[in-house]
Nanobody, 123 residues
Framework: QVQLVESGGGLVQTGGSLRLSCAAS????????MGWFRQAPGKERAFVAT????????AYADSVKGRFTISRDNTKNAVYLQMNSLKREDTAVYYC????????????????WGQGTQVTVSS
């Protein structure tokens, strides 16, 4: 079992930055690929970024490439999402997710989810 708790969301102006954190429980954190997903009002949950268990590979949605950076610290059982140059369309609830395996961009493999943290970007 893995429990995930996100933090770091909030209200930010267009062009600003936020750093999301996700704290994970469990002793085998490095065995899990970690992902960030987001869900905007009226839309389906969508992939944002993912990172492999060892942190040596990652992938991003086209909409966030060059602006967002995913990272992890396996000594702290934590994964982060640095979000720069935020746009209004980045407004959503952001979820951290985990599954035991190589990094994947699809939603279905991820079996553990956090409760989400709201990110609101205003102009």
């Amino acid at each position: 079992q893995v429990q995930l708790v996100e933090s770091g969301g909030g209200l930010v102006q267009t062009g600003g930055s936020l750093r999301l954190s996700c704290a994970a429980s469990g002793r085998t954190f490095s065995s899990y690929a970690m992902g960030w997903f987001r869900q905007a009002p009226g839309k389906e949950r969508a992939f944002v970024a993912t990172i492999s268990g060892g942190g040596d590979s990652n992938a991003y949605a086209d909409s966030v490439k060059g602006r967002f950076t995913i990272s992890r610290d396996n000594t702290k059982n934590a994964v982060y999402l640095q979000m720069n140059s935020l746009k209004r369309e980045d407004t959503a609830v952001y979820y951290c997710a985990a599954y035991r395996g190589p990094l994947r961009t699809e939603i279905w493999p991820y079996e553990y989810w956090g409760q989400g943290t709201q990110v609101t970007v205003s102009s």
